[in-house]
């Protein structure tokens, strides 16, 4: 997740405290892991530095958090950029998955187990995130999707790596 | 234990499908069984639920023994106290969607218009309100695998067994019909063994086992 594109995103709505924004960050998009507030204020910090946003008039009042945020036109812009460009197709999880698979078989462990171990540790993801779609809303639903189409393509490769050990077995320690 | 097999080995002509296959069910329970295709899982399914006679091993349902029951006894059990629901629905198409649906009951001796009730109730549950006499070869693979997983479960059985029941079905339909075969089991405390070779799908039950090359491997995690 972006965070300074992000809450430049969430800003784009309207005006808004500090305050505000990483309650709506925590919401939507922290998922069990909130925003830290020295977080968002360093990075609106940033933000307004580079001409993104502006600060507004400190209000008058208690509390630290008086400063109202305003994106400005050059913010606006780069979150509609951001929001334009398709993400890098990166195999994250695969890399790893991938070195471990070809690291046991070149020392002659038993991949198998390992894929077994692994089919297992995905499978129990796929039900949590099943679950939380079942009693979760339409946008938990959505999140949980996403999780469960990519947990289920290395599933997938898992299925195929398996079927396929005996030969990589071979090829990996000629 | 409400369902158990027992080193089960099962071969067609000279092709083995099972060599060796142990598996156990806890009432109650929904499990998946997983696998490659031709790795013997529906063979597995058949054998549990009583449809195939293993060549060897032993199968339990409900603390007594099932496979050497006398065919009419395997029939009886399989009427009376199991549901199916199988890939492509395998619906009668020339009977409307409520007789299909009632047709366990009918078969078991319930009169006409009880097992109409009873299917109607079924529409009604699984919103297929209006389609009751629209013959099933005319539904749309919308409605379709429903009306099978209502035919499944119109007997109120103790153990439903699924092979692929959505394995036809695109992603939002299939999971409309797991969302339901889940509730309804969970509703009535059905225990269900459930075939299917789509993780997703696999996900929707409590535990898995693999099936791979005729034998069962289990794997660590459960809920």
């Known amino acids: 997740m972006t965070v300074p594109l992000t809450l430049l995103g969430l800003l784009e709505r309207e005006p808004s405290h500090g305050y505000d924004l990483k309650r709506d960050y925590d919401a939507w998009f922290g998922r069990g892991k909130p925003l830290p507030f020295g977080q968002v204020y360093a990075t609106l910090g940033r933000l307004a530095r580079d001409g993104k946003v502006i600060v507004g008039e400190t209000e008058p009042g208690a509390g630290p958090d008086r400063k109202r945020y305003v994106i400005t036109e050059q913010g606006v812009s780069e979150v509609e950029t951001w929001l334009r460009e398709p993400v890098e197709p990166e195999p994250h999880l695969q890399t790893v998955l991938f070195a471990k698979v070809v690291l046991a078989l070149m020392s002659g462990r038993d991949a198998e187990r390992y894929l077994d171990a692994q089919r297992a540790a995905h499978l129990q993801r796929m039900r949590e995130l099943t679950e939380l779609k079942r009693s979760g809303n339409s946008v938990d639903a959505l999140l949980a999707d996403h999780g469960l189409f990519h947990l289920e393509a290395d599933l997938r490769w898992i299925e195929l790596t398996s079927a396929r050990l005996a030969n990589l077995a071979a090829e990996v320690k000629s | ?223």
């Open chain 2, 1 to 223: 234990m409400i369902l158990q097999a027992d080193d089960v080995e099962m071969s067609f002509g000279t092709t083995p499908a099972l060599r060796g296959a142990s598996v156990a069910v806890e009432q109650g329970e929904i499990l998946a069984v997983m696998g490659p295709s031709g790795s013997g899982k529906s063979t597995l399914l058949h054998c549990l639920a009583g449809i195939l006679v293993p060549d060897a091993g032993e199968i339990h349902f409900a603390g007594e023994r099932l496979d050497t029951l006398p065919e009419p006894a395997r029939s009886a059990l399989r009427r009376d106290r199991f549901g199916f629901v199988f890939q492509f629905g395998q619906l009668v198409p020339e009977l409307t969607a409520a007789e299909n649906i009632a047709l366990p009951l009918l078969l078991g001796g319930t009169k006409r218009p009880a097992a109409l009730r009873t299917a109607a109730e079924w529409l009604a549950r699984l919103g297929l309100d209006g389609l009751g006499r629209r013959r099933s070869g005319e539904l749309s693979g919308g409605p379709a695998p429903r009306v099978a997983l209502a035919r499944g479960l119109v007997t109120g059985p103790e153990v439903l067994f699924a092979d692929e029941p959505t394995g036809a079905l695109d992603s939002l339909t299939g999971e409309q019909v797991m969302d339901l075969l889940v509730g309804a089991a969970r509703e009535h405390g059905t225990t269900v063994v459930l075939v299917t070779h789509e993780p997703r799908i696999a996900a929707y039950a409590d535990r898995e086992v693999v099936v791979r090359d005729g034998r069962v491997s289990a794997l660590a995690a459960t809920r």
